[in-house]
């Protein structure tokens, strides 16, 4: 009597991190090691629409180079969140690839026979809140075996005729991604394209202009604050409002920190005048 192959549908759930990097897909990005961005200077912020809060309506005037900073933090931010789910994309895309449906999954078996079976991934479940990707797979045998065997090793590496184990499937699930050389299939890429404009949510630029301002020393500060009255038609009443709504420190110290930056600058231009007399 003829052995009859293996004929079964499983899913499996392996660990998403490590399924992507077998897959030869990066999915963690840091901001500023992976990220290209040229950066924006305190003159740019003018000249660009800022999306805030009204309560934020003048942030950029007397905080431009701060406002200039958490833009730039938040555009890298959503650079990278973007490269990861493009990212998490591909790899989904490449798996549902895996497909010899068809009847394409050829090989010869331990004892020299040839077989010849349907096999293939057929869905993709992709579960970041727990790092996992959930795979179903038609006759994992005998995908696994096939892609083995066009790689160029002589045996399959799993039984044809016998049910493997799930930690079997697991451990050799790996070899999957010489599918698309075996089968010359092109494999997605991850590559965002150049032209993407990145996301910036209003709360989260917020929240990151709060958090740099929140790191300013009152010295600091004050130094922004003359620099604003210098360069708009804010009075200074208005400047130190504003400037108490955005940091909590209290106008009249405020005031005493901008007007000691006056003073510092008097005794300089006095001491270099003596320098002449």
């Known amino acids: 009597m003829e052995k009859r192959t293996v004929q079964r549908e499983i899913t499996i759930i392996l660990p998403l ?4 990097r077998d897959f030869k897909y990066q999915l963690e990005f840091d901001s500023y090691d992976d990220v290209y961005h040229e950066g924006y200077r305190k003159k740019d912020i003018k000249d660009l629409y800022l999306s805030l809060p009204q309560e934020y309506e003048f942030v950029h ?11 730039e933090d938040c555009e890298r931010n959503s650079w990278a969140a973007k490269m990861r789910k493009t990212s998490l994309e591909a790899l989904k895309e490449a798996l549902e ?7 394409g999954a050829e090989y010869l078996d331990l004892n020299n026979q040839s077989i010849s079976e349907k096999a293939g991934i057929t869905n993709v479940e992709i579960d970041e809140t727990n790092d996992q990707i959930s795979i179903t797979i038609i006759n994992p045998e005998h995908l696994i075996n096939a892609v083995i ?11 044809a005729y016998e049910e493997a184990s799930m930690d079997e499937i697991k451990r050799r699930f790996h070899n999957l991604e010489r599918f698309f050389d075996v089968y010359g299939e092109s494999k997605p890429t991850a590559e965002v394209s150049s032209q993407w404009t ?22 600091e500060i004050a130094e922004c604050l003359k620099e604003a009255k210098e360069n708009s038609d804010l009075s200074v009443d ?14 009249p110290l405020l005031r005493k920190e901008v007007v000691k930056l006056f003073d510092a600058e ?12």
């Open 149 to 159: 065997s066009g790689v160029g090793y002589f045996s399959p590496d799993l039984d």
């Open 61 to 71: 005037v007397l905080f431009p180079g701060v406002v200039a900073q958490a833009l």
């Open 17 to 20: 991190e490590e399924t992507a």
């Open 198 to 219: 990145p996301d910036v949510d209003e709360e989260s630029f917020k929240e990151e202009i709060k958090f740099r301002i929140n790191e300013l020393t009152v010295p």
């Open 266 to 277: 008097v005794d300089s231009l006095h001491e270099e005048k003596k320098e002449w007399e």
């Open 238 to 251: 208005r400047i130190l409002e504003l400037a108490h709504s955005y940091t909590n420190e209290e106008i």
């Open 97 to 103: 690839k895996i497909d010899l449906l068809g009847g």
